[in-house]
Nanobody, 115 residues
Framework: QVQLVESGGGLVQPGGSLRLSCATS????????MGWYRQAPGNERELVAT???????NYADSVKGRFTISRDGAKNTVYLQMDSLKPEDTAVYYC?????????WGQGTQVTVSS
């Protein structure tokens, strides 16, 4: 059974950095895109960043220039480097992996940006 496990969340001051990781367990084949989404209280889940298996990236306007998504294809792991964090980045961050026949989601990791 496939599971996605996020890690790296926590409490950070404004202007600080965090690096999220999403590791996979079980066999996942035919991945074509991996990404990060987030959901703040009272809001809908929104796209943060995605990366295809060919390395094409896409970012939400709100995080461009501050966040960087990357992946390790051999390990089926995706990362999100978050710099210059703002209070409005506070949310639960979810990893998503898309394969030809469906989608896998992680359980989420909390990121809180506060002084």
């Amino acid at each position: 059974q496939v599971q996605l496990v996020e890690s790296g969340g926590g409490l950070v001051q404004p202007g600080g950095s965090l690096r999220l990781s999403c590791a996979t367990s079980g066999s996942i084949r035919n991945i074509y895109r991996m990404g990060w989404y987030r959901q703040a209280p009272g809001n809908e889940r929104e796209l943060v960043a995605t990366i295809t298996t060919s390395g094409v990236t896409n970012y939400a306007d709100s995080v461009k220039g501050r966040f960087t998504i990357s992946r390790d294809g051999a390990k089926n792991t995706v990362y999100l480097q978050m710099d210059s964090l703002k209070p409005e980045d506070t949310a639960v961050y979810y990893c998503k992996i898309e394969v030809l026949w469906g989608t896998y989601w992680g359980q989420g990791t909390q990121v809180t940006v506060s002084s």
